[in-house]
């Protein structure tokens, strides 16, 4: 069982940048894979970004070269560091993790953070 607690949402120019952070109970954190997925008004959730337990890295096409997505498993913390924000990329962010093989579905992810509003204003 893994708990995760999304912090540092905000409210932010276009241009600017945030660092979300996603703090995970449990033991057997470095084990998970993470992801980070975003859900806009009216529109579905969608992937972000995602590190796998061996610390591979992915990114939608839309955020490549703007977002990177870390970890830190001895403080059980992962990080999306946003830069270059846009105003479509204002939504409710999520964490979430899952075992096994890294996805960018949001359908096999099994925990879910209560999610972090970001806006970024034109």
């Known amino acids: 069982q893994v708990q995760l607690v999304e912090s540092g949402g905000g409210l932010v120019q276009a241009g600017g940048s945030l660092r979300l952070s996603c703090a995970a109970s449990?033991?057997?954190?470095?084990?998970?894979?993470m992801g980070w997925f975003r859900q806009a008004p009216g529109k579905e959730r969608e992937f972000v970004t995602a590190i796998s337990w061996s610390d591979s890295t992915y990114y939608a096409d839309s955020v490549k070269g703007r977002f990177t997505i870390s970890r830190d498993n001895a403080k059980n913390m992962v990080y999306l560091q946003m830069n270059s924000l846009k105003p479509e990329d204002t939504a409710v962010y999520y964490c979430?993790?899952?075992?096994?093989?890294?996805?960018?579905?949001?359908?096999?992810?099994?925990?879910w953070g209560q999610g972090t509003q970001v806006t970024v204003s034109s």
């Open positions: 449990g033991r057997t954190f470095s084990r998970y894979n």
């Open positions: 979430a993790a899952k075992h096994s093989v890294v996805t960018t579905s949001r359908y096999e992810y099994d925990y």
